[in-house]
């Protein structure tokens, strides 16, 4: 099984990740927790890169490293572990691309769809958690952390890659399941177990 979380930073996908993987450890499951892009070494160093911001990146550049990292994280951990019977969670996936270099970044649609496809070499998550923040609470909540290239691209940048997360969960409602995030951290996650045990009720 494969269930991605996907935001804009701060929206709070690590925090619900983890209490996920501690729940279904809980349950007995063999749990992977990963992180796009990273997960590999290859693909923490593919990171470093994109997270660099001495190292200005073309926006076809990016894509195609987002998706390298992928590529190799896709091939040598996720699809193997999920052939073992584990379960894996990914905090990010290849939406974060569509809305971050499609959306965000203004780049062909069909093309970012058509790479982000191939990287993935033809997995598609089972189930993926969009986690929806306004560019308020984002900016409240990362307030005084260091912020890395992405996250030094502008307010209008992230207004276009909320607007692209709301679309793609819209047009995707039957694997991206849109959480609005609410103040207790509590609260959204038990909005997460309701949708994920009705969707695999045998949990
Ligand atoms: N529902 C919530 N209410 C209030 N604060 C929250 C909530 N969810 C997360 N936070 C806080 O917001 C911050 C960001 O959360 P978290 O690191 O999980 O987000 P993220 O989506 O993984 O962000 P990033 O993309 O930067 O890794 C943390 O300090 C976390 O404790
Ligand atoms: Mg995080």
């Given at each position: 099984m494969?269930i991605?979380f996907?935001?804009?930073d701060?929206?709070?996908?690590?925090?619900?990740l983890?209490?996920?993987?501690?729940?279904?450890?809980?349950k007995?499951?063999?749990?992977?927790k990963l992180r796009e892009?990273?997960?590999?070494?290859?693909?923490?160093k593919?990171?470093?890169l994109l997270?660099?911001k001495?190292?200005?990146?073309p926006?076809?550049?990016?894509?195609l490293?987002f998706n390298?990292?992928?590529?190799f994280?896709?091939?040598?951990i996720?699809?193997?572990?999920?052939?073992?019977g584990?379960?894996?969670?990914?905090?990010?996936?290849y939406?974060?691309?569509t809305?971050y270099?499609?959306?965000?970044?203004?780049?062909n649609?069909?093309?970012?769809?058509?790479?982000?496809?191939?990287a993935?070499?033809?997995l598609?998550?089972?189930?993926?958690?969009?986690?929806?923040?306004?560019?308020?609470?984002?900016?409240i909540r990362?307030?005084g952390?260091?912020?890395?290239?992405?996250?030094?691209?502008?307010?209008?940048?992230?207004?276009?890659?909320i607007?692209?997360?709301r679309?793609?969960?819209?047009?995707?409602?039957?694997?991206?399941?849109?959480?609005?995030?609410k103040?207790?951290?509590?609260?959204?996650?038990?909005?997460?177990?309701?949708?994920?045990?009705?969707?695999?009720?045998?949990?």
């Amino acid at each position: 099984m494969f269930i991605t979380f996907e935001g804009i930073d701060g929206s709070g996908k690590t925090t619900q990740l983890n209490l996920l993987a501690d729940y279904l450890v809980e349950k007995g499951y063999e749990v992977i927790k990963l992180r796009e892009p990273g997960g590999t070494i290859l693909s923490e160093k593919i990171r470093e890169l994109l997270l660099d911001k001495s190292i200005p990146i073309p926006p076809m550049t990016e894509l195609l490293l987002f998706n390298s990292a992928r590529s190799f994280l896709v091939e040598t951990i996720i699809k193997p572990a999920i052939e073992s019977g584990k379960i894996v969670l990914c905090d990010r996936f290849y939406d974060s691309t569509t809305a971050y270099q499609a959306f965000g970044r203004e780049l062909n649609y069909e093309n970012v769809i058509t790479i982000n496809d191939l990287a993935a070499g033809g997995l598609i998550p089972d189930l993926t958690f969009y986690i929806d923040i306004d560019l308020e609470t984002h900016k409240i909540r990362t307030l005084g952390k260091d912020l890395d290239r992405m996250e030094s691209s502008g307010d209008e940048f992230y207004k276009k890659v909320i607007e692209g997360y709301r679309k793609l969960s819209e047009t995707n409602e039957n694997r991206i399941k849109k959480i609005i995030s609410k103040n207790e951290i509590s609260d959204t996650f038990n909005e997460i177990i309701d949708i994920f045990e009705n969707k695999f009720n045998k949990i």
